[in-house]
Nanobody, 124 residues
């Protein structure tokens, strides 16, 4: 079992940058595929990015490709989401999630463990 806690959200102007962090508990962090999702008011939770256990394989939603970068440091039990060129439509609560098995890592239903979320607000 793993617990994850997000941090790093805040208010930023359009075109700015933020880096989200997700700290995980437990000694088996490297066994988990990690994902980032977001949910805007009145909308469903949507996939943002995921990263393989080793960190070598990453995948992004088309809406963030080229602007966001997911990475992980297994020695620190932490996954990151670097967000550049932010747009007002990126405004949402961002969630970190973990799953110990293979599957469609773009769907929220695959993931077993979720953080409480961190708010990102991008002003125009």
């Amino acid at each position: 079992q793993v617990q994850v806690v997000e941090s790093g959200g805040g208010l930023v102007q359009a075109g700015g940058s933020l880096r989200l962090s997700c700290a995980a508990s437990g000694r088996t962090f490297s066994s988990y595929v990690m994902g980032w999702f977001r949910q805007a008011p009145g909308k469903e939770r949507e996939f943002v990015a995921h990263i393989s256990r080793s960190g070598y394989i990453t995948y992004y939603a088309d809406s963030v490709k080229g602007r966001f970068t997911i990475s992980r440091d297994n020695a620190k039990n932490t996954v990151y989401l670097q967000m550049n060129s932010l747009k007002p439509e990126d405004t949402a609560v961002y969630y970190c999630a973990a799953v110990p098995r293979f599957g469609d890592a773009t769907t929220p239903n695959l993931y077993d463990y979720w953080g409480q979320g961190t708010q990102v607000t991008v002003s125009s």
